[in-house]
């Protein structure tokens, strides 16, 4: 099994960036499909961006095309999300997910980080 922890999450102002990480161990990270998810109060979590083991294909929700990367470090073990341009709404608790084929649940998941977006 997968073990991971996400960390980088931090207040910060609209149009502002923050780097979010999730280290994994256990297992290498490279068995993995990777994702980033967020959890607004009150709401569903939902899906942000997806990146494939190689990191050769990156998927993106609507909401944070444009603004957030997905990225991977296999040697490092770790998968980033870049977010620019910050916005209020971004405002959530970020967890990072892994699963081992697009067919299959999210079956690992870290802790999650706060991110929080003053306007």
């Known amino acids: 099994q997968v073990q991971l922890v996400e960390s980088g999450g931090g207040l910060v102002q609209a149009g502002g960036s923050l780097r979010l990480s999730c280290a994994a161990s256990?297992?290498?990270?490279?068995?993995?499909?990777m994702g980033w998810f967020r959890q607004a109060p009150g709401n569903e979590r939902e899906f942000a961006s997806q990146?494939?083991?190689?990191?050769?294909?990156?998927f993106y929700a609507d909401s944070v095309k444009g603004r957030f990367t997905i990225s991977r470090d296999n040697a490092k073990n770790t998968v980033y999300l870049q977010m620019n341009s910050l916005k209020p709404e971004d405002t959530a608790v970020y967890y990072c997910?892994?699963?081992?084929?697009?067919?299959?649940?999210?079956?690992?998941w870290g802790q999650g980080t706060q991110v929080t977006v003053s306007s």
């Open positions: 997910g892994a699963r081992l084929f697009d067919t299959s649940p999210w079956g690992y």
């Open positions: 256990g297992r290498s990270l490279s068995t993995y499909i």
């Open positions: 990146i494939s083991r190689s990191g050769g294909a990156t």
